[in-house]
């Protein structure tokens, strides 16, 4: 039995927003197999047979002609008394796939949990709603994009758990991971009584500077005119590793001290060895050390000057292991061009060019300045959630966790460092409400080395005051070798204990500045 029906829920009250519709939907027998690429911040699980309420809301701002929709699921016989909302995606705000993966964990371990559009029916698709016309940007949707919609969908899932559950939830969080995870931080900064506690990991921040950035190698191989095979990036990262792997002290593959490495690719140029990919023998050309070496230190202006940061050594460039290489290229016979993120080249086209046309592959180093210049000015308001003064926040107690890989191959760790850096002039003990945990070996949100714990670890500090310190991860090696390991609270990592024998023995490792 349940009383999933709207009309028992009022209307939620949003200032400036007049609710359209209320649609209540009850969902039995729901299963997803929800994989950590689809949970950042916990474990996978097997959800099978759930029942759940779904209460959709939608409303619109009437001098906006727009309509969100926050979409609520409230488990029927399971509910833990939580909320746990779920961030978007790339270019998606939510109710993309990757929230609904999230929003079935969370549903799956009896959590109420909620995911809204922004305003925006194809996610998927920015050429469909980011621009009114050429060169007008959609400012309602892009501003909805940026964030101002997110604390409605805080207030509208509490107003839903009350009318349905009759009480408010205990405790409420957000959880998300790039684009999710920058939701995280906007709301810590702008709406710091919304959760108790966000779980914002490899967080989209500086999203202005980072995104565009993201281009960097891909118009310096266009002015070049030269497109280094991603075999060649490989080789590189191979060289970077076997230099800097045992800096950390131990020898298993992966660098997890990035920034005692200095490797340099340019003595290597003209040295023969073999593509695996291709099963051929190559030799390393002079484009590919100026690419691999222009994504590790990040873009600089025609000056030379420091725009943003690059990726650490022994991240993806390529894309050859993830699937995503920001200097990634395509070859056909023996004609090679560059193959960006879409992200990239899509927020040049559309957000900055205004142009869904643009022939970003005619970008030069000097029109490369004036976008990077461009976008921080015209979206730094909008969408940078890069905001520091986490002072409010603190004060209303509330508790923020952040893993981020050190492989990243598209959002840069040191972006994150940076952040964690310059709460600190607000918030000097900083770690008296956040603690952020850098990642060995793991990619982009996902993959080896993935933490599965911090979304426990956020709750556990919320509800109890039990302070997280270390969190396990399972780290495999380039032998296939699964080694149990710690992360822990930057600045300090899990550092090897020298002499103490077995590297795959967890009890080898303790945290300990780098
Ligand atoms: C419930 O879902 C499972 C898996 O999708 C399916 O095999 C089963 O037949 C469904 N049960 C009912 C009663 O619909
Ligand atoms: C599925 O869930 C329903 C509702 O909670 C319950 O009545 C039913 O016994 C469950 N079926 C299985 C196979 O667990
Ligand atoms: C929830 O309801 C909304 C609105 O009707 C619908 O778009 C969505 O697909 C529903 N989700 C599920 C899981 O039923
Ligand atoms: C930081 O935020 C707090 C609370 O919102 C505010 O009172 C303070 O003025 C801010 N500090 C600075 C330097 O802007
Ligand atoms: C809080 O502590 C209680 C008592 O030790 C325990 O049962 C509960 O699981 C803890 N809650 C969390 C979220 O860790």
Redesign the pocket.
Known sequence: MSNCNSSIIDPPTLSGAVILLI?S?L?TNYSRQVTPVYYPNHDGLDVKNSSFC?I?VSYTHPDQSDVVSV?AWLPIDNWNGRLQVAGGSGLGPGRVDMSYGNMAGAVGEGYATASTDAGIATPLDPYSWVLDSPGKIDEVLVRHWGGDILNDMAVIAKSVIQDFYGRPPDYSYFNGCSQGGRQGFELAQNHPDAYDGIAASAPAIHWAQWAPAMFWPQMLMNTMNEYPHGCELDFLTTLAVQECDGDDGIVDGIISSPKRCSFNPFPHVGVNFTCFLEGRSMELSRAAAVIANASWTGPTDSDGNFIWYGLSYGTDLSGDFTGTGIAAITCTNSTCKGNPVPLAYQWIQLFVEKNPDYDYTTITRERYDEIMRVSGAEYDSIVASGNPNLTEFYRVGGKMMTYHGLYDQVIPIQATEQYYDDIRKFVPDVQEFYRFYEVPGLSHCFGNGQPTTVFDALRAWVENGTVPSSLPIVLTDVHGEKNNRIICPYPETGVYIEGCGNPADVACFTCAAD
């Open positions: 649609s939907q969902v779904n959709t979409e």
